[in-house]
């Protein structure tokens, strides 16, 4: 089984902490990606990487990075975290090339609470 | 923009009944049609998926229509159980991203 494998279920940071959200990849996946999910706007894109050490912007990049310095794993950077970037939050990765031809593998979720 | 809108936000359904979630898309490079299901505490999983150039596939109780050139596809969930009650997300493709609908929360009534 493919897993992803996201490394805390629950966290609750201070506002203006640095928070690191790391994601991990067991099957040699070239894509991976990082969502957040809200009630009522489902998945919203925020980084996404096609190989090592590349990286592009989703459609709400602002306020975070990420960094992919190996294949298997891929991080999520909150700068200085916010109330605002208050949610759930989702890695994925996928197989092939520029066409997917599947779908994505999700890992289980980190709900971050900034307070 | 929402680039792929789903209905309804959320559903009841009896036992045995059928669930029937609504997605649609305006992008006509959309080439991969796939659905997830996610638990309360999980994440999305791959249900069942289409490609445009078939109009319906099933997969056990669940089936996808697609109706390429309305630009609409659905899912939908025969004999309908309480364990199906789960966010439902449709999604499309597109290079090397999907798009997400924004999800239906279903409830499955004993």
């Known amino acids: 089984d493919v897993k992803v494998t996201q490394s805390s279920r629950y966290l609750v940071k201070r506002t203006g902490e640095k928070v690191f959200l790391e994601c991990v990849q067991d099957?040699?996946?070239?894509?991976m990606f990082w969502y957040r999910q809200d009630p009522g706007l489902g998945l919203r894109l925020i980084y996404f990487?096609?190989?090592?050490?590349?990286?592009e912007k989703g459609d709400i990049p602002e306020g975070y990075s990420v960094s992919r310095e190996k294949k298997e794993r891929f991080s999520l950077i909150l700068e200085s975290a916010s109330t605002n970037q208050t949610s759930m939050y989702l890695c994925?990765?996928?197989?092939?090339?520029?066409?997917?031809?599947?779908?994505?593998?999700f890992g289980s979720g980190t709900r971050l609470t900034v307070v | 923009q929402q680039q792929v809108k789903q209905s309804p936000q959320s559903l009841i359904v009896q036992k045995g009944g059928i669930s029937i979630i609504n997605c649609a898309y305006e992008?006509?490079?959309?080439?991969?049609f796939p659905w997830y299901q996610q638990f309360p505490g999980k994440g999305p999983a791959l249900l069942i998926a289409?490609?445009?150039?078939?109009s319906e596939k099933k997969e056990g109780r669940f089936t996808i229509s697609f109706n390429k050139s309305a630009k609409q596809f659905s899912l939908h969930i025969m004999d309908s159980q309480p364990g199906d009650s789960a966010t439902y997300f449709c999604a499309a493709n597109s290079g090397n991203q999907f798009y997400f609908g924004t999800g239906t929360s279903l409830t499955v009534i004993p």
């Open positions: 992008n006509t490079a959309f080439d991969y």
């Open positions: 990487s096609y190989d090592v050490k590349m990286k």
């Open positions: 994925a990765s996928s197989s092939s090339g520029p066409k997917l031809g599947g779908g994505y593998t």
């Open positions: 099957m040699d996946h070239e894509n």
């Open positions: 289409i490609r445009p150039d078939v």
